[in-house]
T-cell receptor
Framework: EAQVTQNPRYLITVTGKKLTVTCSQN?????MSWYRQDPGLGLRQIYYSMNVEVTDKGDVPEGYKVSRKEKRNFPLILESPSPNQTSLYFC????????????FGSGTQLSVL | KQEVTQIPAALSVPEGENLVLNCSFTDSAIYNLQWFRQDPGKGLTSLLL?????REQTSGRLNASLDKSSGRSTLYIAASQPGDSATYLCAVKTQENNNDMRFGAGTRLTVKP
C-alpha cells in the first residue's frame, strides 16, 4: 500500500531533550516536506526536500533540523525542544515538482513540557 | 506574502443538502490550488488539484472551481452525507516560490443524519 509513515504518533517530552520524528514513504517520491499544524493557523511548512541531499527552509524552520540521506526517509530533528514547539506535525511527499498532489502521513502529536 | 482564508470556520448542514465551501487568497499569481480533507486524528487527503490554467475539477460528488482574478475557489459538495463530515482545507502554491504551499485554517463540516 502506497503510504507516508510517521513515527511516533504521540510524543511527550521535556524541554531540551533531543528528539527525532521519522518519516518514510514507499512511493519513490522525490519531494518531501514537514509541516506543523496549530489551531487557527493552518499548516505551516518547516522544511522541504526536492531530492536526496537537497533540503531547504520553509516558513518556520527555527529550532528544527532535517536530513535527506535516502530518498524514502526524511526525519525531523528537534535538537533542544521548547514548549512553543508543542504542535501536530505532518510529513508529506509528492512524486516530483511537476506532480503536485501531496500525500500526507497520519501526523505526530508532540507535547513539550 | 500570500494569505489564504476559509470562511466559515465551521458549518453544519442536514444530510442530502448541497453545500459550498469557500477559499480566498490574496495574490492571484498562483501556480495551483489544492483541496484537502482532514479527518480527526488523521492526516490530510488530497481531494482535487486545480492548475492555474484550469477553471474547475470534478471528482464524484465534488466539484472545485477556481477564479484567479478574484482570488477565490469554491468546493461544491452535492447531496452531502454524514461521511462527508471532516475538516476541509485549501492550499495555494504561489508562483513566486513553487516550493511554498500556503494553507487555509480549514472549514469544519458536520453533516447531520
Amino acid at each position: 500500500e502506497a503510504q507516508v509513515t510517521q513515527n511516533p504518533r504521540y510524543l511527550i517530552t521535556v524541554t531540551g531533550k533531543k528528539l527525532t520524528v521519522t518519516c518514510s514513504q514507499n512511493m519513490n517520491h522525490e519531494y518531501m516536506s514537514w509541516y506543523r499544524q496549530d489551531p487557527g493557523l493552518g499548516l505551516r511548512q518547516i522544511y522541504y526536500s526536492m531530492n536526496v541531499e537537497v533540503t531547504d527552509k520553509g516558513d518556520v524552520p527555527e529550532g528544527y533540523k532535517v536530513s535527506r540521506k535516502e530518498k524514502r526517509n526524511f526525519p525531523l530533528i528537534l535538537e533542544s525542544p521548547s514548549p512553543n514547539q508543542t504542535s501536530l506535525y505532518f510529513c508529506a511527499s509528492s512524486l516530483n515538482r511537476a506532480n503536485e498532489k501531496l500525500f500526507f502521513g497520519s501526523g505526530t502529536q508532540l507535547s513539550v513540557l | 506574502k500570500q494569505e489564504v482564508t476559509q470562511i466559515p470556520a465551521a458549518l453544519s448542514v442536514p444530510e442530502g443538502e448541497n453545500l459550498v465551501l469557500n477559499c480566498s487568497f490574496t495574490d492571484s499569481a498562483i501556480y495551483n490550488l489544492q483541496w484537502f480533507r482532514q479527518d480527526p486524528g488523521k492526516g490530510l487527503t488530497s481531494l482535487l488539484l486545480i492548475q492555474s490554467s484550469q477553471r474547475e475539477q470534478t471528482s464524484g460528488r465534488l466539484n472545485a472551481s477556481l477564479d484567479k482574478s478574484s482570488g477565490r475557489s469554491t468546493l461544491y459538495i452535492a447531496a452531502s452525507q454524514p461521511g462527508d463530515s471532516a475538516t476541509y482545507l485549501c492550499a495555494v502554491k504561489t508562483q513566486e516560490n513553487n516550493n511554498d504551499m500556503r494553507f487555509g485554517a480549514g472549514t469544519r463540516l458536520t453533516v447531520k443524519p
